[in-house]
């Protein structure tokens, strides 16, 4: 049990729920920070609204691509973004979810715990959710057994037998950091693996792991709790079935757009249109990062398009 | 030696420093078969010297047994969060509020401050209005991200209407009670025994689950 402290308060500058901010930024990740960075420097009163600080980069073991840091722990680069941003004094308002955002002059934006934001402009950086397979039981046995946060879920399988779905990184840096947990662990993957080669090789050295590449999930099963998991041999054309605790399932992300679905324009992936100055189909709403239609999920890529769309948005504030 | 580190204790005095009243920490623990309870102690009397309005209280399962029934503890480590009158609100927290939970810990004392968030007055009045006995226990592991966001809630509808206590369980610690209630994934959400929610719901979720109570 790891009795580090993940202390989550943001700035202790208090949120203000009374008044309209001129701009609130949506979600806590590199576009959110970056974007409420330039905002607050061009002297725009900003506050974030955030799921988790950091977002997706606090789940990531290492970065080694971002320009002027050769190599530090996803925990750490959110660390160095987010003390970046507290130098401010951006009130942050961390733990949150937003339902919706209505379409008027002055954004009213509603939270999950009750609470409503007003904003005359607001970008939204809320970056993306976990890919679900598709199939039969998982939804049923969500919560059961089935699972999609390892670093959660993982303890809670201690001594028992586990599937990861999955073939990339998180995938297999899932089973090694399950492996030491569980009784055994199982990664399961319909096509062939593309993670890093040096997880890989890691990952054939441990004992209690098996790897079946080429086999297609196709449902899970149980009674009250996951008991197995049905898979097809592509190469055989034979169903499997594998007796598990858990399906941790790691294959991917989809855009965290749907609280805006009714408002915004979305492409085909889901993802929010934007064009070159991250402008979305709605006037005063800007979006960033993952969760737009920007080719390329990346950290430095959310960093600076948060810069872009903070400028425009600052643009927009100055002629209204 | 002490489990917070310099950097923590600073940012942890800053947050305090928004309380408005006093608040008592109730812990219990017991000597033997409790893993977590002497960190846990070390914990809240480091907490304690980080405000005045921070007032520690240790009993002692066992021995203090008469106080444990008063305020419904039945398992260590637990912490009680008492009003500046001394009042359970029932707002707790079973096994060591560490990791992310330190999020969950410190949003609990600052409502219990009475410095909490206000919701918006159709809401307030819509949980004020709850006139069932209702029992919320929120499972989590601690390298959970987003459990403390739902522990948070819980104690939230509890300080906002008598009838409703909130219990924080960290699943690995209450091993057992886990396993009762088939916790295999977290946040896991348990009203009244009967009704689940996996994952950190919005309170409308909460009222809706609480509304199936007969």
């Known amino acids: ?320 | 030696m002490s489990l917070l580190n310099e950097e923590v204790k600073g940012q942890l005095k800053e947050v305090f420093g928004n309380m408005k009243n006093e608040v008592t920490i109730a812990l219990f623990v017991s000597e033997n078969n409790c893993e977590t309870c002497e960190d846990t102690k070390s914990y809240m009397t480091d907490v304690e010297t980080l405000s005045e309005n921070i007032k520690l209280e240790v009993y002692d399962i066992n021995n203090d047994s008469e106080k444990a029934e008063e305020l419904n503890v039945d398992k260590v480590p637990a912490i009680v969060l008492l009003d500046s009158n001394k009042k359970d609100n029932g707002v707790k927290f079973y096994g060591i509020p560490a990791g992310h939970e330190i999020n969950s810990f410190v949003t609990g004392i600052l409502e219990v401050s009475d410095a909490g968030e206000e919701l918006p007055e159709a809401m307030v009045n819509e949980i004020k209005a709850i006139d069932k006995k209702v029992n919320i226990k929120v499972f989590v592991t601690l390298a959970c991200p987003h459990c403390a966001g739902a522990v948070s809630k819980a104690h939230k509808l509890a300080l906002m209407n008598e009838n409703i206590t909130g219990e924080m369980i960290e699943a690995q610690t209450f091993n057992d009670l886990s396993n009762k209630y088939n916790v295999s994934g977290v946040p896991k959400i348990v009203i009244n025994e009967k009704y689940e929610l996996v994952g950190n719901q919005p309170i409308e979720k909460f009222l809706e689950e609480i509304a199936k109570i007969g």
């Open chain 1, 1 to 320: 049990m790891g009795l580090n402290f993940d202390l989550g308060f943001g700035s202790s500058k208090k949120f203000d729920y009374e008044k309209i901010y001129d701009l609130i930024v949506i979600g806590g990740g590199p576009g959110g920070l970056s974007s409420a960075l330039y905002a607050k420097r061009k002297g725009i009163d900003v506050a974030i609204i955030s799921g988790s600080i950091g977002g997706q980069v606090s789940d990531t073991s290492s970065v080694e691509n971002y320009l002027g840091i050769e190599s530090l722990s996803g925990e750490g680069l959110v660390k160095q973004f987010k003390s970046h941003v507290e130098a401010y004094d951006v009130p942050m308002l961390d733990q949150k979810k937003v339902l919706e955002i209505s379409n008027d002059k002055v954004k009213e934006i509603k939270l999950d715990s009750g609470e409503i934001v007003k904003a005359k402009t607001v970008i939204v950086a809320t970056g993306s959710l976990n890919r679900k397979i598709g199939v039969p039981g998982e939804d049923e046995f969500y919560g059961k057994g089935v699972t999609y946060c390892a670093i959660c879920d993982g303890p809670l399988f201690e001594g028992l037998d586990v599937i990861v779905s999955g073939g990339g990184n998180s995938a297999v840096e899932a089973a090694i950091d399950l492996s030491k947990i569980a009784n055994s662990v199982k990664l399961v993957q319909r096509s062939v693996l593309r993670a890093d080669k040096v997880l890989i090789d890691k990952l054939e050295s441990i004992e209690n792991v098996e790897i079946f590449i080429g086999h297609q999930i196709k449902e899970v099963k149980g009674d009250k709790l996951v008991s197995s998991v049905i898979a097809l041999n592509k190469e055989t054309n034979e169903e499997v079935e594998f007796k598990t605790n858990a399906l941790f399932v790691e294959i991917g992300y989809v855009p965290n757009s749907k609280f805006v679905e009714n408002i915004l324009e979305l492409n085909n992936k889901k993802e929010i249109v934007i064009n070159e100055k991250n402008e979305t189909s709605v006037e005063g709403i800007y979006a960033v990062g993952d969760v737009t239609s920007v080719p390329y999920k990346q950290i430095i890529i959310a960093a600076s398009e948060g810069a872009k769309a903070a400028l425009s948005a600052v643009d927009y504030l100055n002629k209204n």
